[in-house]
């Protein structure tokens, strides 16, 4: 399937560290990749996104990695904090006859510890 | 706040019943997407409409439908509910075409059927 979303991984890191968050994608012609930040209760929030034409982009305390070669994102977080625990999730463009969808990872649960 | 407006927030419903959920997207966006979020299939792409016309189809049952309608707002029309389409069902809406720019999700609507 395409979203396999049974048992998801946990990352459990203290309040002030960083937090590396990594996936792996499936279709080696996406060009265009995007990490969202799920809240319980709430839908998906972008945080960033980096297309297949650059291999690192930086926002505000978020940096995502893109390694095209083995088909793998990663999401770092500066100096984690208590409002960073959430679900996140990596997802990749797919281009379809007439239109297009994104394709969402499992996703990975954060959890900053105070 | 994403600008993305669902409603309602929560739907009780039993099974054989009809549903319809609502969506107003961001101003200015014209593309619409639906998705659905489970706990055991994750976040599950079921169709796309832009301007008005159905773009892209996932693994949406024939049991649901949808439209987008002259204004951009968009409805997902599940009838026939079995226990097993409880879940959460997130609207996502994007600027002209998609191509390369974010969804920006609302904060679902969650249907319960018993």
């Known amino acids: 399937g395409e979203s396999v979303g049974l048992h998801l991984p946990t990352l459990s890191v203290q309040e002030g560290d960083n937090s590396i968050i990594n996936c792996a994608y499936s279709?080696?012609?996406?060009?265009?990749f995007i990490w969202y930040k799920q809240e319980s209760g709430k839908g998906p929030q972008f945080i960033i996104d980096?297309?297949?034409?650059?291999d690192k982009r930086q926002g505000q305390r978020v940096t995502v990695l893109l390694n095209k070669t083995v088909k793998h994102l990663s999401l770092q977080i500066a100096a984690t904090q208590p409002g960073d625990s959430a679900v996140y999730f990596c997802?990749?463009?797919?281009?379809?006859?007439?239109?297009?969808?994104?394709?969402f990872g499992a996703g990975t649960i954060l959890r900053v510890k105070s | 706040d994403s600008g993305v407006t669902q409603t309602p927030k929560h739907l009780i419903t039993a099974t054989g019943q009809r549903v319809t959920l609502r969506c107003s997207p961001r101003?200015?966006?014209?593309?619409v997407y639906w998705y659905q979020q489970s706990l055991d299939q994750g976040l599950q792409f079921l169709i796309q409409?832009?301007?008005?016309?159905?773009?892209a189809k996932g693994n949406i049952l024939e049991r649901f439908s949808a439209q987008q309608f002259p204004d951009l707002h968009s409805e997902l029309n599940l009838s026939s509910l079995e226990l097993g389409d409880s879940a959460l069902y997130f609207c996502?809406?994007?600027?002209?075409?998609?191509?390369?720019?974010?969804?920006?999700f609302g904060n679902g609507t969650r249907l319960t059927v018993t």
């Open positions: 279709n080696s012609a996406s060009d265009y």
């Open positions: 101003s200015g966006d014209l593309s």
């Open positions: 996502a809406s994007s600027v002209v075409g998609a191509v390369n720019s974010p969804l920006h």
């Open positions: 980096i297309r297949s034409n650059m």
């Open positions: 997802a990749e463009y797919s281009f379809m006859e007439y239109g297009n969808k994104l394709v």
């Open positions: 409409y832009y301007n008005g016309e159905e773009r």
